[in-house]
Structure formats: C-alpha cells, structure tokens
C-alpha cells in the first residue's frame, strides 16, 4: 500500500488500460468468490466462513465504486475542473473505508449472536476448500495489483490491493477455525474468529481513510520529495536560489508550484528561457506533474507564505 501514497510514476494511456484492467480483474475475483463462498457457507453455517463471504462482498462494492472512480480518474481536464477529476481516487478510497467499516460491525454482531448461542460448523472439509481455492485466486489478483500501483501510483488501485492482501490472512484464519473447531469441538473457535476479523476489517480502514484524506486536504508531498525539487531547480547554473515551493496530489497527478530566483538584469526571454529549462528537468523526474515555476529577480524581499517548520525542543 505505500506505493499509492508515494509520488505517482506514470500517465500515460498504457497506464491508464493497466489501472482499468486492475478494475475489471478485481470485480471478476470478487464475483467469482462471491459465489463459491455462498455455496459453501449455506452448507456450513460457519460464522468465519461468513466473515470472508462479508469481505468479499464489501470487496465487490469497493472494487465497483474504484471502476467508475478509475474511469472519472483519467478524464482530461476540462472547462469546468481545470485541475484535473483526480480527486475521485481519493474519493472512491475514502468510500471504501466506509464499507468496511459497515461490513465489520455487521459481522462483529453476528460473532457476537453466536458466541451467545454456539453452534457446531457442518462440512467443515468443503470450507476449507473454498478458501484454499479463495487464497489462490487471491494470490494472482494481488500480484496484478502491486504492479498496477508500481506503474500507476494509484490510490484506489492500492486500497483495492490493501483489501485482497488482508483478504490472504483472512482465509489462512478461516481456514484454522475451520480445522479447530470441526477436529476439537470447539465451537466457540468460530464466533472469536469472526469478531478478530471485524477488528482487522476496521484496522485496514482507518488506514485508507488517512491516505484518502492525505490527498483530499491536499497534504505537501512527503519532505524528501519536496527537497528534491528544491535540489534539481536549484541545480541550474542561472538559478540562485528557490522559495515558496507548494506541492499537493490529486490522484494520479501532482501539482507543484515554485519561485526561482536569477540575475535581475536578466532579460525577460532569457529568463523565460531558464525557467523552462528547470521545468523541463522536474518533468523528467516527476512526468505526471502539473508544473507551474514564477520568475523573481535575485534579492527582491518577498513575504514568506509559509515559514520553515519549527524544531522540537
């Protein structure tokens, strides 16, 4: 998940078919386990097994709200959003937290109604199957994701990844309470599993809703991010000093604004000139970014926007 809060790579159209195609293959994992959890959990009745059914279901809505998210996503900008709909990432991560939290107090209920009145797991061998089937198919869906985000940065695409990734453990715990319970007739095994998942399902999203508010309140890019556009401005040989640099991302797309600093007597073509020489070396090194450098002559006092951060004492 850290590869969607970090400074997307890439947007270009392979990166915007691989972000769909990550859309299409989580909704087609999440509906074919749908299904095979169904199946089993009516046979079983099985309150762990019911926990991985929930999340897949609360999978499934997520994984359909970051489709039509992605699509909105890659939108040109247009006379009405000049900056771009790549808030819609965020928003659709934020969605997301909010279905699991729903989707684990559901279930904490229901853990908590059976440990009241135990019951013991039926077919338990057809339950572990399913969720051996369910960890496999997890597996390659996981794996498409990670690179996705690697290429992408997306956000929504790394909530989707943080769901199924949490998913792994979830069915490595269903299917011990599976084998517990049936070999040792413990049915309390069941229900206590089921509630520890709603505590993860909850766990998983406070960490998307930070990262979805990271961007939505338009946070600075992390400080080494920012120190490196400082050192690639700086690194010009007309450039003598950079201030007021402001970052902030938008989805797939960052913004960054900043002053430099050159010879006073420099005329206003040269200068134009230099600065787009120092946009043209942040664009190699930031390609999905919004670039926007003021011309100031060397020594004119300015009124500083935001002070350096102050130190701990």
């Known amino acids: 998940m850290a590869e969607a809060a970090s400074f997307p790579m890439t947007e270009t159209e392979a990166a915007h078919r691989l972000r769909l195609r990550a859309t299409y293959a989580s909704l087609a994992v999440a509906a074919v386990l749908i299904a095979a959890k169904l199946v089993v959990w009516i046979s079983t009745g099985s309150v762990a097994l019911l926990s991985s059914l929930v999340d897949s279901l609360v ?19 247009d006379r009405e959003h000049r900056f771009g709909h ?35 797991v039926e077919d338990a ?3 572990i199957a399913v969720m051996v089937f369910a960890i496999v198919v997890t597996l390659g869906l ?32 269903v299917i011990a309470a599976l084998a517990i319970g049936s070999m040792f007739a413990v049915p309390i095994v ?67 604004q900043l002053h430099i600093e050159m010879d006073g007597a420099m005329n206003l073509l040269h200068a134009h000139e230099v600065s787009d020489a120092v946009e043209a070396r942040l664009r190699r ?26 130190r701990a004492h």
Do not use: C
């Open 142 to 173: 996981v794996a498409y994701q990670r690179h996705v985000v690697r290429r992408t940065g997306s956000l929504a695409i790394g909530a989707d990844e943080l769901h199924y990734r949490s998913d792994l453990f979830l069915n490595l715990g």
């Open 285 to 310: 090194a930031f390609p999905n970014a919004e670039i926007i450098i003021h011309e100031d002559p060397a020594g004119i006092e300015e009124a500083v926007a935001f002070p350096a951060r102050s």
């Open 125 to 127: 061998v057809a339950g």
């Open 86 to 120: 790549g808030k819609a990432e965020p928003l659709a991560a934020l969605g997301q937290s909010a279905f699991l939290v729903g989707s684990a107090v559901l279930l904490m209920f229901e853990a908590v109604r059976r440990l009241v009145s135990p019951a013991p």
């Open 190 to 256: 069941d229900p206590l599993f089921g509630a520890g998942v709603g505590l993860w399902i909850i766990y998983g999203a406070v960490k998307i809703a930070r990262l979805s508010l990271t961007q939505l309140m338009d946070r600075e890019l992390p400080d080494e991010e920012r120190a490196r556009v400082r050192a690639i401005a700086e690194g010009h040989p007309e450039v003598t000093a950079v201030h007021d640099i402001r970052t902030r991302i938008a989805g797939p797309t960052a913004f960054i």
């Open 59 to 77: 999978d499934a809505a997520a994984s359909l709200v970051n489709f039509f998210a992605v699509r909105h996503a890659i939108v040109p900008a």
